[in-house]
């Protein structure tokens, strides 16, 4: 647990899985996690309102819940899926899931970018359609190819994030284009 706690720089490589809350708080540096990562990557210890503020984590395998939560910077990248509540809270930076995620991505998000590349069940209500891009940078030399649905919100927060879901890997969600 607590590997990186507010790291200020430099890197981390581990070969293997972490605990809950690696890169807590952190603030620059690299983390990159060759396996899965448990709840609570990025995010603050509870009671605080700040999580991430820069700096890169990268998880070769799946996360828990509350990934990048009070995110305000930074890059976080999940090579597999996430559990529920990626992005919690976020209020700037980039959040990249490759597969899928379980509900309630971004919820009460007021900021920052979230690509779901996999299956997601479904896109809160407080988010609205705002359009479908071919592809979608995560950083300088990434670029994630869709078409991904472009959501924006959370709503609920008077918020401006912006949430791409793979168009393929969501054909349930074919029903928003109505609204474009």
């Known amino acids: 647990m607590h590997l990186g706690e507010e790291m200020k720089g430099g890197k981390i490589t581990v070969h293997g899985n972490v605990d809950s809350w690696a890169g807590a708080m952190m603030k620059n540096g690299t983390i ?6 448990g709840n609570y990557l990025g995010a603050p210890y509870r009671g605080c309102s700040e999580g991430i503020h820069g700096g ?19 890059i976080i990248k999940i090579y597999g899926s996430a559990a529920q509540f990626v992005g ?34 479904s896109v ?12 979608v940078k995560i950083e300088e030399n ?9 959501f924006v919100g959370d709503r609920v927060e008077n918020g401006e994030g912006k949430l791409y ?9 074919s029903h928003y284009e109505k609204y474009l």
């Open 32 to 37: 990159e996690i060759l396996g899965n990562a």
């Open 124 to 135: 809160l209500p407080s988010f609205t359609i705002d359009g479908i891009r071919g592809k």
């Open 56 to 74: 890169k984590i990268v998880v070769h395998g799946n996360v828990g819940t509350e990934a990048g939560a009070h995110m305000h910077g930074g």
């Open 88 to 121: 919690f809270r976020m209020c700037d930076g980039t959040i990249y899931v490759q597969k899928d995620a379980e509900p309630r991505v971004g919820a009460c998000m007021t900021g920052g970018k979230i690509v779901i590349g996999g299956f997601l069940e």
């Open 165 to 173: 879901v793979s168009k393929m890997k969501n054909p349930h969600l």
């Open 142 to 150: 990434e670029v994630a190819e869709g078409p991904f649905y472009l």
